[in-house]
């Protein structure tokens, strides 16, 4: 029989059908499931979260991993909120310009370590997550920043521009943005070639070590700018903020169908898994289910995909 689908469409399909099993579910439950106003709040809630998965899967795709979001999206939401007392109010728009420069710096640290000192992303990523830290509790004491969000945060994260939440319109525009640089790109050959073979990529004149800095800084950018939306979505920043976002991220990653071993995958997949984050997320919570379950979860799943591309790159090969 003629496969109509290639197989890195099932995924994807297998992503969007658990979805609308999901949303069924959750009807028989509350007929609220299926309004409208449902699904464009699940959207809002999602896009935060679909920002962060948008640049850990740059990271994935190549074959590495990034575990310093937590903290990146803490100081990424501290450093947006902190700037209308910095400049004024009139001058808190730069507090995003702030942020992402803060995310940017952290990836390049992370894609340095991983490129040039060639220590494993997991083990140098978590040391940044770490430094970070520090960073935040240093500048805050250890204390809950006083600083309110900014009004152009609010504007970002929690209104609508015809009825439509701005925070999912940025999301198009960032995940519009890296469709455009994986599939129209030099850069998105680079990266799906190394993801499959580092060496070989290498070998065939790719700057390697460019490509890794900069996928790195496109993770660390939107996990800071994450965190200034979710900021603005709260009404200010919180000690640890991004905590919630790590596992999650890595989950909606890999449930779309991108391959953690790199490679392999798409960003529809990407935005199918972290629909169906947010929707399975907003079950457990109606099912007053702890946030301990919860990450259990996240890591089963993890844990099952990886077996499963384990296996279907086995028997490729």
């Not at 009404?235 to 905590?243: S, V």
């Amino acid at each position: 029989m003629t496969r109509v689908l290639r197989s890195v469409d099932r995924p994807v399909l297998m992503a969007f059908g658990f979805i609308a099993v999901l949303i069924a579910l959750g009807a028989l439950y509350n007929r609220q499931f299926l309004s409208a106003v449902y699904l464009l709040q699940q959207l809002q809630v999602a896009s935060f979260l679909g920002i962060v998965a948008t640049g850990v899967m740059i990271v994935i795709l190549l074959g590495q991993i990034d575990l310093s979001i937590p903290w990146v999206v803490t100081i990424g939401g501290i450093t947006a909120t902190a700037a209308a007392g910095w400049w004024g109010e009139s001058w808190s728009w730069l507090g995003l310009l702030v942020a992402l420069a803060c995310g940017g710096v952290v990836g390049v640290a992370n894609g340095l370590g991983v490129a040039f000192l060639r220590i494993p992303s997991m083990v140098f990523t978590l040391g940044m997550n770490a430094v970070v830290q520090g960073i935040v509790v240093m500048y805050t004491g250890g204390n809950a920043p006083a600083d309110r969000a900014t009004p152009i945060l609010q504007w970002l994260a929690v209104r609508n521009t015809f009825n439509v939440p701005n925070a999912v319109i940025v999301w198009a525009i960032v995940g519009g943005l890296v469709v455009i640089a994986l599939r129209r790109r030099p850069f998105g050959r680079y990266v799906y070639a190394i993801g499959n073979s580092e060496r070989v990529s290498y070998l065939s004149g790719i700057n390697t070590r460019a490509i890794l800095i900069v996928a790195f800084v496109a993770s660390g950018a939107c996990s800071a700018f994450a965190g200034a939306l979710l900021a603005g979505y709260a009404g200010k920043a919180y000690q640890a903020m991004g905590d919630p976002y790590l596992l999650p991220a890595i989950a909606a990653v890999v449930l779309g169908g991108t391959s953690i071993l790199g490679g392999r995958g798409s960003y529809l997949g990407t935005v199918a898994g972290v629909i169906l984050i947010t929707v399975l997320e907003s079950i457990l919570s109606v099912m007053q289910i702890s946030e301990s379950v919860r990450q259990m979860i996240y890591g089963t799943m993890i844990i099952a995909m990886m077996l499963v591309y384990g296996r279907a790159q086995k028997s490729e090969s």
